[in-house]
């Protein structure tokens, strides 16, 4: 692949524009503003606190990531949401309950409270637990399309934007299988047309901004940006994408342990996940179809990372199971439980308890601002399509078709920094090291 040349700076504004405006993006875009005005650390993103290395280990080169390559200042960030429910960035994160009120929202409420959510594109039928009056009407699903893409413009006007990025915090749309709809770019835009009943708002979200030039991250499960149609359109004009759900929670346990085991060939017999929650998230996911879409995405990492085709006899009978439970006394603070059985030595079990009391938007947050930055470097780098290189921060991540995906935390991790050291003409760090005793 050809090797970018300069990487443009990162000069002028960015809008960072998130269809859903719940506790994951206003966690998100609260935590921004409280960084700016030194409140906060930003504490679990890599763009703002990583450093990585460059040379040799006796070389002591080791800058930040932001001072590697051209990313957006957090200064240079303007919000823009949708949501069916109108409440305003204040209200909203109020009642997501994952910030302090007296602590960190309330000194920023006028910023928060500036923040209204356009009206969204949403159908009832692929999120069946909630509703809302901020909505748009159109006379198809094109027209709606094209409402998004009108928005998109008038933001940019508005806010006097040089370039935009769109990450999806929106609840997990139903389950839906890529058909003849998702197959090619024409048979999608005939859909819009006609009122394809499997083309899901995310999905129009998904085109409108590919159409703008807009790089798209889906930080839900659903179908939205991976199947051929919009890969196709991603490609042609040169617009980032990458998916899909972030990684937080449980599944982070997972790729971060699973590795583990695999690295000492521990064998596995069975891992059991449940969770409670009570957020709207939950309650979402309270609804089977909804709760499909999340299974399928959840179930998927084990058998990538343990690759049970090649070690049979560790990992060939693995009973994996994961389940969501709503419950409302919880809120946002979520409990994950895993029971973990495992065997070694001639086949002797032992187990591993993990009870994770988790903050999912409070770990979700910091990777929406890392996606956005880096999805606006991809975009400025020229690198348009798929990027998996930033797989780390996702439970599916979107790969080419036919290639397996990434799920190794660790692997993940080492893509991503080799990719920005290539991105800034850097050497690959390989981790040989026998030239340090020859
Ligand atoms: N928090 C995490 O750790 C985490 C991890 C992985 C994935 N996710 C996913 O991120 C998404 C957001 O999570 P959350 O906790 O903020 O949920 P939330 O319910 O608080 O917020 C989602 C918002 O999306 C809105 N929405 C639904 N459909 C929409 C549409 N078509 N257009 C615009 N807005 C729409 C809802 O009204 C709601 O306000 C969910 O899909 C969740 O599954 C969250």
Known sequence: MRKPQRIPPASGRLGVLLPGFGAVATTFVAGVEAIRRGMAEPTGSLTQMNTIRLGKRTEGRTPLIRELVPLAELDDLVFGAWDPIPDNGYESSVRAGVLHRERHLDPIRDFLAGIEPMPAVFDTGYVKKLDGPNTKRGASKRDLAEQLRADIRAFKAKHGCDRAVMVWCGSTEVYVRPGEVHASLAAFEKGMDENHPDIAPSQLYAWAALMEGVPYANGAPNLSADFEALEDLARERSVPIAGKDFKTGQTLMKTILAPGFKARMIGLSGW????????????????????????????????????????PELYGDIYHKVRINYYPPRGDNKEGWDNIDIFGWLGYPMQIKIDFLCRDSILAAPIVLDLALFLDLASRSGLGGIQEWLSFY?????????????????????KLKNTLRWLAGEEQITHLGVEYYE
């Open 272 to 311: 059991f996940s449940t969770n409670i929650l009570g957020n709207r998230d939950g309650e979402v996911l309270d609804d089977p179809e909804s709760f499909k879409t999340k299974e399928v995405s959840k179930l998927g990492v084990l058998e990538h990372i343990l690759q049970p085709q090649m070690y």
């Open 394 to 414: 996702f439970k599916s991540p979107q790969t080419a078709p036919g290639l397996y995906p990434e799920h190794d935390i660790f692997i993940q991790h080492w």
